[in-house]
């Protein structure tokens, strides 16, 4: 699956990862969900750190197309709100 990291590019990640990144997600969503500033920093971050680490960097000239779309580390609370969908920012 390729992710992309708004303002960062995009990583490969293995079909295996995803319920870890699911994990991470849900607490996100969590976080959000009772407008907790400071947990959502920290689970945003996590949740970004754990996709770069996991993910394997495509090169910036690749054109692939996204399948997620991840927010940049400073997103606010709102725009990550907004960019949730049902299943929160990573499906499954």
Known sequence: MIVRIMGEGQ???ADGDLDVLNALDS??????A??????????????????RLLGKSLPDDALEPSE??????DAS???????LGDSG???G
């Open 34 to 51: 009772a407008d907790n500033e400071d947990e959502f920093r920290s689970k945003l971050h996590a949740l970004l750190d754990k996709v």
């Open 89 to 91: 920012l990573i499906p």
């Open 27 to 32: 607490e996100l969503e969590a976080a959000i």
């Open 68 to 73: 997620l779309i991840l927010p940049p580390a």
């Open 11 to 13: 990583v490969q990640i």
């Open 77 to 83: 609370i709102d725009e990550v709100r907004e960019m």
